[in-house]
């Protein structure tokens, strides 16, 4: 199968196109598990395997894929076809980055195979949380699993030959309540790096999910005996369960290079960046450094290589508070600097990914991290406010269309009053413009509050592409943000 591709790839460059790749996935599989209040309301397994077939002529794409694999002919016939009827409409001829052929392979490190793990050992995990879940004032329970393995084999016309092994782990564990006026509240726990440098089915530690459960079954009889939010103006001290959130939607998804050109306007909505703005743009203050880290040990924002064929990096986007990095791909820094008319990018960062075989290449988010800081651990940092709130766990975000704006509603809150942590509220929120908010930054702890969450959904493109990658965030603080409302 392997040498058929690569005559084909090669064939077709004979033929006269430009560029031609194939992603290969001989499996991609996908196993759910949900268990819900007491009952296993789904167990799903999928696997399917299949060809992904791009090529550049004149200037345009053709793509193809399919999974039946019996015809290889006719499919790159197909995408070499697409190609040429593209190149006749074609406004904006696309060009590459020149990049580096490269022979490799990457796994992503794990011990025990998921997909190997018996379904009654998986069953009786998700039974066993549940069993601690139900307890006084908890009305619902949920616990789910979600393991995703495939393998892709990347060919190109310029050499490159990459095998990548992807094993990717997530779960989640949340409890609902009602308070006395029947309004429902939430409490949820979800599996991140956690210190583990594996994420086979060995990171599903019992220990840390029965901690973790016993925690939020108490924090949600708080929230459930609580004072409203307060409606004020305060500081706000994001913990990892929002500042990934924060970091995923204000900085992320503003500095996807393709966005920032109008690509995603349709759908998801532009960003406020412009090509302007790199080198210049002060986008938070000078305790901010945010960076796009794919070399992380076990983290789903790690995979080797992108679907372009470009090692994984780690590049600073925003540093001490100017912009100066986004995430991007072959064709999109090409025509970033084309149309800047100056050499922002100096080649791809290797951020081009595809949800599966029968999808082209898009930008995506990595790891998008926030570098920790020098201004103590979490204790440091209530003490050192006035009047605050402490934030965790995303209830709910609204976002602009062009990022410029937010509103998020947190899981829980604590008050802090004159440096010290005191009573949860509930319903907390808060809201702020992205620049204005990110220039308010006040306080970024030390790597004692760093953690790398984990992030299994995140939409984009048409047609719409599920993909995972982390945030590894510490503690941070934000001066005079409105909250309650
Ligand atoms: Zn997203």
């Not at 509603?409 to 992205?434: H, S």
Request: charged residues 25%; proline residues 4%.
């Amino acid at each position: 199968m392997l040498d058929q591709i690569k005559e084909h790839v090669m064939n077709l460059k004979t033929k006269g196109a430009s560029y031609v790749d194939t992603r290969w996935y001989p499996f991609e599989e996908s196993n759910s598990l949900v268990m819900w209040n007491g009952n296993l309301k789904d167990a799903n397994y999928s696997r399917e395997s299949g060809i992904g077939v791009r090529v550049l002529y004149k200037g345009a794409w053709g793509f193809s894929a399919s999974s039946d694999t019996s015809d290889l002919t006719g499919l790159y016939n197909k995408a070499f076809d697409n190609a040429q009827i593209a190149a006749k409409r074609v406004s904006l001829p696309v060009r590459l980055a020149e990049k580096d052929d490269i022979q490799a392979s990457f796994s992503s490190p794990n011990c025990i195979n998921p997909m190997e793990v018996p379904l009654s050992d998986k069953v009786a995990f998700l039974k066993q949380i549940d069993n601690q879940l139900n307890q006084p004032g908890v009305f619902q329970r949920i616990a789910l699993l979600h393991f995703i393995r495939k393998q892709i084999i990347f060919i190109d016309s310029e050499g490159s030959e990459i095998e990548k092994q992807i094993t990717e782990v997530f779960a989640e564990i949340s409890v609902l309540g009602q308070d006395e006026q029947g309004e429902t509240h939430k409490r949820s726990y979800n599996l991140g790096q956690e210190g583990t440098d594996t994420r086979g089915w060995e990171s599903i530690d019992p220990q840390l999910f029965s901690e973790n459960a016993e925690r939020i079954v108490a924090e949600l009889n708080q929230i459930l005996v609580a004072e409203p939010c307060p409606k004020d103006d305060r500081a706000v001290i994001l913990l990892p369960g929002i500042m990934f959130l924060q970091t995923h939607e204000t900085i992320g998804h503003a500095l996807e290079l393709d966005r920032i050109l109008g690509y995603e306007l349709a759908y998801a909505g532009g960003s406020f960046v412009t090509l302007d703005d790199f080198g210049r743009l002060r986008y938070g203050s000078e305790k901010l450094t945010a960076r796009a880290n794919a070399t992380l040990l076990n983290s789903p924002g790690s995979f080797g290589y992108d679907d372009d064929g470009i090692p994984c990096q780690d590049n600073v986007l925003i540093d001490k508070g100017i912009l100066v990095g986004a995430i991007t791909g072959r064709q999109m820094v090409e025509e970033a600097n084309a149309k800047a008319h100056r050499q922002i990018f100096n080649g791809s960062s290797g951020a081009n990914r595809a949800t599966s075989f029968y999808r082209v290449p898009i930008e995506r988010m990595t790891n998008i991290n926030i570098d920790p800081g020098a201004d103590g651990n979490l204790d440091d940092i209530i003490a050192g406010t006035e009047k605050g709130l402490v934030m965790d766990g995303d209830r709910s975000w609204s976002i602009g269309s062009n990022r410029e704006q937010f509103h998020f509603a947190t899981e829980i809150a604590w008050l802090v009053e004159n440096g010290q942590k005191t009573q949860v509220v509930k319903n907390p929120t808060y809201k702020g413009n992205t620049l204005e908010f990110w220039n308010s930054l006040s306080a970024v702890g030390d790597k004692s509050t760093w953690k790398l969450e984990f992030v299994s959904n995140c939409g984009k493109g048409q047609p719409n592409q599920i993909m995972q990658l982390g945030h590894g965030v510490p503690v941070c603080r934000f001066e005079n943000v409105r909250v309650g409302e």
